[in-house]
């Protein structure tokens, strides 16, 4: 069964920092970009950051640029987003999503396998 399975999430205060991981079972994502969206509670969806499939080329939203980073093992089929200095705005379920080409888009529609998600709360 082909799945996508986050984990890392939790709870920190203001300034912390969490790795967040996203494993790949039963399907080799190695040549395909891997995303990462947020959504935090009564809001949409929304890109965070995402790299391609040779783990170049990151891009990140304007909110998180400088404080996230996004990188791949892709010899482990993994993913991850480390997220430094957090603030209570970055409070959010995160997914990591597989996209169908080598290359990136924002594009959420572009993306078609999803985690279950994990959840990171950020406290004042």
């Known amino acids: 069964q082909v799945q996508l399975v986050e984990s890392g999430g939790g709870s920190v205060q203001s300034g912390g920092s969490l790795r967040l991981s996203c494993a790949a079972y039963?399907?080799?994502?190695?040549?395909?970009?891997m995303g990462w969206f947020r959504q935090a509670p009564g809001k949409g969806l929304e890109w965070v950051s995402h790299?391609?499939?040779?783990?170049?080329?990151?891009d990140y939203a304007a909110s998180v640029k400088g404080r996230f980073t996004i990188s791949r093992d892709n010899a482990k089929n993994t993913l991850y987003l480390q997220l430094n200095s957090l603030k209570p705005e970055d409070t959010a379920m995160y997914y990591c999503a597989a996209g169908g080409s080598w290359d990136c888009t924002r594009l959420a529609n572009e993306y078609n396998r999803w985690g279950p998600g994990t959840q990171v709360t950020v406290s004042s």
């Open positions: 790299i391609n499939g040779g783990g170049a080329s990151p």
């Open positions: 039963g399907y080799s994502y190695s040549y395909y970009c």
